[in-house]
């Protein structure tokens, strides 16, 4: 058997992506950012950036996610931390042509948290917003108002829709819609999020029924809320069911 040469094998640099998901506005919203440097100057990308030499993709992620939103990433491990963005890694890009510039594979990565504040450019992002998914997937491209639009840098367009419909499909049977809420919620505010990511409208009674039918799923917290006008609204955490059962199908539209 031959030894191993590294050298035999082209080198290439492996990145990490982020589909930043929130909901701002009743509307579904994803993080992007204006690039200031080549390749696709001036183009709207997702944030992301290469992987260390002594970072795992995990870690890169995390890393990735504090220097563009602050958010520190939920750690199951830490009984300390009150409260962290979902980050789970989506998928693997590897085209050879998806960056001019090298090689580069990008593992893809989806964060979701509730309504965020306005972004901070970081890296070499020249500016980042908040844009709704819808706005930046249009078939014409994105842009803000008074610029050309054009389609998201490097191959972005696809990862985000990938992000996006895990998201929608997730929802359907886990626990995953409360990643967009605060920590205590109401059905109300929880319903308003499933409108959000699934663009649609639902029944109030009969999505109230369904996210209490399942026991262990969501958990009184004890205490009411006005925030959203009218009668006290009772509120809720997420319990320790992380499957809906029946499962909560995304309406046909």
Known sequence: MSPYDPSAFPPFAVTVDLVVLTVRRHALCALAVRRGEP???GRWALPGGFVRDD???SSAAARELIEETGLCAHDPADPDQVYGAHLEQLATYGDPKRDPRMRVVSVAHLALAPDLPAPRAGGDAHSARWAPVEALLNQSGYGREGEQAAPLAFDHAQILAD???????????????????PPEFTVGELRRVYEAVWAVALDPRNFHRK???TPGFLVPTGGTTTRQGGRPAQLFRAGGATLLNPPMLRPEV
């Open 211 to 213: 996210v209490t039918g």
């Open 55 to 57: 970072e795992d993709l």
């Open 163 to 181: 992000g996006v419909e895990r998201a929608r499909s997730k929802i359907e049977y886990s626990s995953l819609a409360t990643a967009f809420c």
């Open 39 to 41: 390749p696709f100057q």
